[in-house]
């Protein structure tokens, strides 16, 4: 595979809103593909999905940053990250609370630059270290996280989805990321 151009990573607009529900409810589908439920990812829906998201848009909070990378004037990716909060009780390291990638894009950089941008802006305000949950059994996106210095910290969520136990566990990992993943962008 040739090196493709780093994507263009920049806020999220509203105009984005069902490009990224697209890209989020088919990655679901894709990486979440034998972790959960065949019926329930098959009833995902990106119309869905885009209403929920369009009714939320700007209401983040302080804090919240909701960004996509594009390529070639396309939409291929999201991530959104904020202040990690146990409860309503702030903990004082950034979340990321979502990144997914057009599985088309997959393996082509723009998972890195979203998560290097993101955890660009959490350092930006003063957070030490970024947090992220994610399937306990998504052993892919577990070792993206751990190439950025991600490392599970030990707590575990149950998690249920139509019946069936999801557990996610909880990475941390301390910013600026480190070398070895910047160096890969």
Same mark, same amino acid.
């Given at each position: 595979?040739? @090196?493709?151009?780093?994507?263009?990573?920049?806020e999220? &607009?509203?105009?984005?809103v069902?490009?990224?529900?697209?890209?989020?409810?088919?990655?679901?589908?894709?990486?979440? +593909?034998? *972790?959960?439920?065949?019926?329930? !990812?098959?009833?995902? /829906?990106? $119309?869905?999905?885009?209403?929920?998201?369009? @009714?939320?848009?700007?209401?983040?909070? #302080?804090?919240?940053?909701?960004?996509?990378?594009?390529?070639?004037?396309?939409? =291929?990716?999201?991530?959104?990250?904020? #202040?990690?909060?146990?409860? %309503?009780?702030?903990?004082?390291d $950034?979340? *990321?609370? &979502? *990144?997914? =990638? /057009?599985?088309e894009?997959i393996?082509?950089?723009?998972g890195?630059?979203?998560?290097?941008? @993101?955890?660009?802006?959490?350092?930006? !305000?003063?957070?030490?270290?970024?947090?992220?949950?994610?399937?306990?059994?998504? =052993?892919?996106?577990?070792?993206?996280? &751990?190439?950025?210095?991600?490392?599970?910290?030990g707590?575990?969520? #149950?998690? %249920?989805?139509?019946?069936?136990a999801? #557990?996610?566990?909880?990475? +941390?990992? +301390?910013?600026? !990321?480190?070398?070895?993943?910047? @160096?890969? !962008?």
């Open positions: 595979m040739t @090196a493709a151009a780093a994507p263009l990573v920049r999220m &607009a509203l105009a984005d069902e490009r990224v529900s697209e890209i989020r409810v088919r990655g679901r589908q894709w990486a979440y +593909r034998g *972790l959960m439920p065949q019926a329930y !990812l098959d009833a995902l /829906s990106v $119309a869905e999905d885009a209403e929920r998201r369009r @009714a939320g848009f700007g209401k983040g909070g #302080p804090g919240v940053v909701n960004l996509v990378a594009e390529r070639a004037g396309t939409v =291929v990716g999201r991530a959104a990250q904020g #202040p990690d909060r146990d409860g %309503e009780v702030l903990m004082g $950034a979340e *990321l609370y &979502a *990144l997914y =990638v /057009s599985v894009h393996g082509t950089g723009v890195r630059a979203l998560l290097e941008e @993101a955890a660009r802006r959490a350092e930006a !305000l003063r957070h030490p270290g970024m947090r992220l949950w994610v399937l306990k059994d998504n =052993v892919p996106a577990r070792r993206f996280y &751990a190439r950025a210095g991600f490392h599970a910290d707590a575990e969520e #149950p998690f %249920e989805v139509a019946g069936v999801v #557990p996610e566990v909880r990475h +941390r990992g +301390r910013l600026p !990321l480190g070398g070895a993943f910047r @160096a890969a !962008l």
